[in-house]
């Protein structure tokens, strides 16, 4: 799968998921229980979690909440997200947390 490809298949998902949830203001979660609108618990959301990474056929260990934060903010960077930017949406106190990131973003795929 190429990654125009593969960036069309996120955009499709969440898009569905835009559409099921009745919560759609600027505030609202973007993934959260698309019932409820809150933020999932521990308890709900690392079953799920499990249950996708067996789906996938990862069997190393993850660490969900870390590796998905790590991902998001080098992706930012990846993006072409202002550094100033990226450091605020990560809340680091020192820019020198966040140059690790705009570094890997740099080595992205195109």
Not at 13 to 27: I, M, S, V
Not at 77 to 91: D, L, P, R, Y
Request: charged share 20%.
């Amino acid at each position: 799968m190429g990654v125009q490809q593969f960036r069309s298949g996120i955009a499709e998902e969440l898009n569905q998921h835009y559409q099921r949830t009745a919560f759609k203001g600027d505030a609202g979660l973007v993934f959260c229980p698309p019932k409820r609108g809150t933020v999932y618990s521990k308890e709900i959301w690392t079953p799920l979690f499990a249950a996708a990474l067996k789906a996938a056929g990862i069997k190393d260990r993850v660490r969900p909440f870390h590796d998905l934060r790590h991902t998001a903010i080098t992706l930012d960077a990846a993006s072409g997200a202002s550094e100033i930017a990226v450091m605020t949406k990560a809340g680091h106190a020192s820019f020198a947390t966040t140059r690790t990131y705009l570094a890997l973003g740099r080595h992205r795929v195109p």
